[in-house]
């Protein structure tokens, strides 16, 4: 049985978590493979509305395993809280399998995150200070503390009195702020190893032994491959990979690949951004306001999962999307939120970018460029009717059907499922997934 992978196609906030909690039906294996809590997934299930940061959505089907691989950044007490309150709310996390070589958010990390938007002043990237950034930037500088190291006392001192140091004289001396106290973040980090230690484990056999039975393997990004160290609107973009491109999925969890055999775009049907950053198609009306605020009554409006920020609002950016489809490899689209377009009587698609007479059909790599660029748009019809009880594509309406077909010419990839509603049965599935 395949390997899975479910990417947000766009700048996040896709509805990545509602589409893994639905194709978590068929699979044995979810595992998370990139970024840390600066991300969010909502889930909606008879069991109520859940907002998850760390453990992955799978975590709702009983006879599932759930592993957060090595390519997550871990603050092990938003970990042990999202525990803590699922357990509450009667979901069982014994199956939810933590790896060992997984990065561990320390409190430097978020001192300096939040320390260094500070100075940027104007310039700054918009993160959300978790503290996954700096974080990242340890890792890749051979200074960062695993998981691993949680779990043995002596093991713990030796790492943070070998990096603590240096990251107070950069707190105190470039930023001005307050240094950290060494023998109070052991001891409190040694406490949070305790607590995590019957999670943790070796996610990659986890993952590996499920694929070799022919089970199937859902892999689950976070944030959007628009905000991908590599491939994104760089720098407004995230300290990880949340894309599948040079196997990033894989690699997050331990796998070659090899082993992968498709890979899903989640869209939303218009557009949003969180933070700073490019956004051709952003839209400042009424139009972005009703789209917006549609379901905020009961908790769906376009604010964040992780910060509550209102999200930036534009239509459907068919350049920045066909560009993502490409570099992810995508084999199926899932198409969210369709139902926010109901009652509007016409819809926009931007099909290039114009650039001093000249018209760009690819995302530009200068930042500069694509500041400057105006969006060419193809103007649709909308729909009066409701799609929200809709479970067929046959009896959507025939603007709603003729949208998602130049969805899929513009993109250049089939539209396999497509969401109209947030609970696990609005759902129209044109095409099985697994």
Not at 261 to 274: A, D, E, I, L, M
Not at 401 to 407: C, G, K, L, T
Not at 410 to 427: F, K, M, T, W, Y
Request: aromatic share 6%; hydrophobic share 40%.
């Amino acid at each position: 049985m395949p390997i899975v992978v479910v990417v947000g196609g766009q700048w996040g906030d896709e509805g990545k978590g509602r589409i893994v909690d639905l194709l978590a039906r068929k699979a044995r294996v979810v595992a998370r493979y990139s970024a840390g809590n600066n991300a969010g997934h909502t889930i909606v299930n008879e069991q109520g509305e859940f907002k998850l940061h760390l453990v992955p959505a799978g975590i709702f089907y009983p006879e599932k395993t759930c592993v957060i691989g090595n390519g997550v950044a871990i603050d092990p007490e938003v970990l042990l809280g999202e525990i803590e309150t699922l357990e509450q709310r009667g979901i069982d996390t014994t199956r939810l399998v933590v790896s060992d070589r997984a990065q561990v958010i320390m409190p430097w990390h978020k001192s300096l995150d939040l320390l260094d938007e500070t100075m940027r002043g104007a310039a700054a990237i918009g993160t959300t200070g978790k503290g996954v950034g700096p974080c990242f930037i340890d890792k890749v500088a051979r200074r960062g503390i695993r998981i691993a190291d949680l779990l043995r006392h002596e093991d713990l001192t030796a790492r943070v009195e070998a990096v603590l140091d240096y990251q107070n004289r950069v707190i105190s001396n470039v930023y001005g702020g307050e240094p950290i106290d060494a023998r109070e973040t052991i001891e409190k980090y040694a406490q949070f190893g305790q607590r995590l230690a019957s999670y943790v484990g070796d996610a990659q056999e986890t993952v590996l032994e499920a694929h070799r039975r022919g089970e199937y393997v859902l892999l689950e990004g976070a944030q959007g491959s628009l905000l991908d160290l590599d491939h994104g609107t760089y720098p407004y973009v995230t300290s990880s990979v949340p894309s599948s491109s040079s196997s990033g999925a894989g690699l997050g969890v331990g796998v070659g690949p090899t082993e992968i055999q498709r890979v899903v775009g989640v869209f939303k049907s218009y557009c949003t951004r969180v933070g700073n950053g490019p956004f051709p198609t952003e839209l400042f009306d009424e139009t972005a306001d009703r789209l917006r605020d549609h379901g905020k009554e009961w908790g769906r409006g376009e604010y964040g999962t992780t910060t509550g920020r209102p999200r930036r609002i534009g239509w459907l950016d068919a350049v920045a999307a066909r560009y993502s489809v490409r570099f992810n490899g995508l084999s199926a689209i899932a198409l969210t939120r369709l139902d926010v377009l109901d009652g509007l009587e016409s819809i926009k698609i931007c099909t290039g970018y114009e650039l001093d007479g000249e018209i760009l059909e690819t995302l530009p790599a200068r930042e500069s460029t694509l500041n400057r660029v105006q969006p060419v748009y193809e103007e649709l019809p909308g729909w009066t009717d409701a799609t929200s009880e809709v479970r067929n594509f046959d009896d959507l309406p025939l603007p709603a059907q003729a949208f998602i077909r130049r969805v899929e010419q513009l993109l250049e990839c089939p539209v396999d499922l497509i969401s109209v509603g947030p609970a696990r049965e609005q759902a129209i599935i044109v095409d099985p997934i697994l």
